[in-house]
T-cell receptor, first 114, second 112 residues
Framework: KNQVEQSPQSLIILEGKNCTLQCNYTVSPFSNLRWYKQDTGRGPVSLTIMTFSENTKSNGRYTATLDADTKQSSLHITASQLSDSASYICVVSARSGGSYIPTFGRGTSLIVHP | NAGVTQTPKFQVLKTGQSMTLQCAQD?????MYWYRQDPGMGLRLIYY???????DKGEVPNGYNVSRLNKREFSLRLESAAPSQTSVYFCASRGDSYNEQFFGPGTRLTVL
């Protein structure tokens, strides 16, 4: 069964600090991995996507890494801001014929305090 | 572009009542999805539609039905609501770029 595990479950940091969120997966056949940000009361929004051949991808203060051998990904947030407070969801997709089948992690809840 | 829209935003039902959640997208996407999100759980796929005229079951389809009315619209129906269906429901559509899904704002459903 395809699974995506995220850690930590929740994290509290001070504004301006860095943090790293982790994602481990067992999804086959692997197609791509996305990190989504979900603000409270809103739908998730894609931050980054990584395919098998990519091991680093940046989007502003967000940097995602992928190690396809160990099936691990991380999301690093630099110089955190209050607006970074949200749930961060790792989604790994398997390719099945012409369809992509996503498996969602449970998310890491990040709170940034002033 | 409105993206993905959902109605209603909030709904309270009594056990046994029925209702339909509406979803529409204006991005000309072929694939559309319905998820539910419960506290402490990841998003779980209820049903999806790879293209107009086709629908398939996801991880948790029991108690739900769907209709892909046309390319734009994908509705989710609860025939006889149960308290276990209290959840936040998200509709999404998928673009062509490596499975990026665009989510609606969600419908918060409470079944008493």
């Amino acid at each position: 069964k395809n699974q995506v595990e995220q850690s930590p479950q929740s994290l509290i940091i001070l504004e301006g600090k860095n943090c790293t969120l982790q994602c481990n997966y067992t999804v086959s056949p692997f197609s791509n991995l996305r990190w989504y940000k979900q603000d409270t009361g809103r739908g998730p929004v894609s931050l980054t996507i990584m395919t098998f051949s990519e091991n680093t991808k940046s989007n502003g203060r967000y940097t995602a890494t992928l190690d396809a051998d160990t099936k691990q990904s991380s999301l690093h947030i630099t110089a955190s801001q209050l607006s970074d407070s949200a749930s961060y969801i790792c989604v790994v997709s398997a390719r099945s014929g012409g369809s992509y089948i996503p498996t969602f992690g449970r998310g890491t809840s990040l709170i940034v305090h002033p | 572009n409105a993206g993905v829209t959902q109605t209603p935003k909030f709904q309270v039902l009594k056990t046994g009542q029925s209702m339909t959640l509406q979803c529409a997208q204006d991005m000309n996407h072929n694939s559309m999805y319905w998820y539910r999100q419960d506290p402490g759980m990841g998003l779980r796929l209820i049903y999806y539609s790879a293209s107009e005229g086709t629908t398939d079951k996801g991880e948790v389809p029991n108690g739900y039905n769907v209709s892909r009315l046309n390319k734009r619209e994908f509705s989710l129906r609860l025939e006889s609501a149960a308290p276990s269906q209290t959840s936040v429901y998200f509709c999404a559509s998928r673009g062509d770029s490596y499975n990026e899904q665009f989510f609606g704002p969600g419908t918060r459903l409470t079944v008493l």
